[in-house]
Antibody, heavy 119, light 110 residues
Framework: QVQLVQSGAEVKKPGASVKVSCKASGYTFTSYDINWVRQATGQGLEWMGWMNPNSGNTGYAQKFQGRVTITRNTSISTAYMELSSLRSEDTAVYYCARRGLLTGDLDYWGQGTLVTVSS | QAGLTQPPSVSKGLRQTATLTCTGNSNIVGNQGAAWLQQHQGHPPKLLSYRNNNRPSGISERFSASRSGNTASLTITGLQPEDEADYYC???????????FGGGTKLTVL
């Protein structure tokens, strides 16, 4: 079965960077785009960017341009999202989500990773 | 940062029918429809309906999606306590090259 398993919670200081991983299993990793979405406590979903694991091509939301980098390691079927210059407003749960081939919708989601930014 | 508009809350009684709405512009909802996600407190979102209104495997027939013009709807029949959750609509905005989400609707089952 399709699974996306993310790395554990992180606590970071303002100005630092965080790198969250998303390990895929149950399907061919390189055949499906991976997206990253975040959710602040009590708030809605906010899309951050996508990556094609086959080509490495990426696209980022304008809000995060210059601060977010999505990469992958195909040998271990893992995608990464790195967010730099962290501020308190970046405290949120970060999700990876697979984009389905047929419909193009975000069909499977990771369990989420809580990133807390605090001095 | 909601690109799509959803009512913040809907309350319905047990075994009743709830209809949740999602409104966007013609380039988004009007063109491709909207997918629907269900999120229980403390859990990741779960896809309930594709943008083409079909359900993924394993999703109950009590959930059905439709679209009329620039408004997408999710109808939930025979409401159960476990249907109490937040519901989000989502679509791809080609003008932004970005996924956009509604602000979410909190469904309360009375």
């Amino acid at each position: 079965q399709v699974q996306l398993v993310q790395s554990g919670a992180e606590v970071k200081k303002p100005g630092a960077s965080v790198k969250v991983s998303c390990k895929a299993s149950g399907y061919t990793f390189t055949s499906y785009d991976i997206n990253w979405v975040r959710q602040a406590t009590g708030q809605g979903l906010e899309w951050m960017g996508w990556m094609n694991p086959n080509s490495g091509n990426t696209g980022y939301a304008q809000k995060f341009q210059g601060r977010v980098t999505i990469t992958r390691n195909t040998s271990i079927s893992t995608a990464y999202m790195e967010l730099s210059s962290l501020r308190s407003e970046d405290t949120a749960v970060y999700y990876c989500a697979r984009r389905g081939l047929l419909t193009g919708d975000l069909d499977y989601w990771g369990q989420g990773t809580l990133v807390t930014v605090s001095s | 940062q909601a690109g799509l508009t959803q009512p913040p809350s809907v309350s319905k009684g047990l075994r009743q029918t709830a209809t949740l709405t999602c409104t966007g512009n013609s380039n988004i909802v009007g063109n491709q429809g909207a997918a629907w996600l269900q999120q229980h407190q403390g859990h990741p979102p779960k896809l309930l309906s594709y943008r083409n209104n079909n359900r993924p495997s394993g999703i109950s027939e009590r959930f059905s999606a439709s679209r009329s013009g620039n408004t997408a709807s999710l109808t939930i029949t025979g409401l159960q306590p476990e249907d109490e959750a937040d519901y989000y609509c989502s679509a791809w905005d080609s003008s932004l090259s970005a996924w956009v989400f509604g602000g979410g609707t909190k469904l309360t089952v009375l």
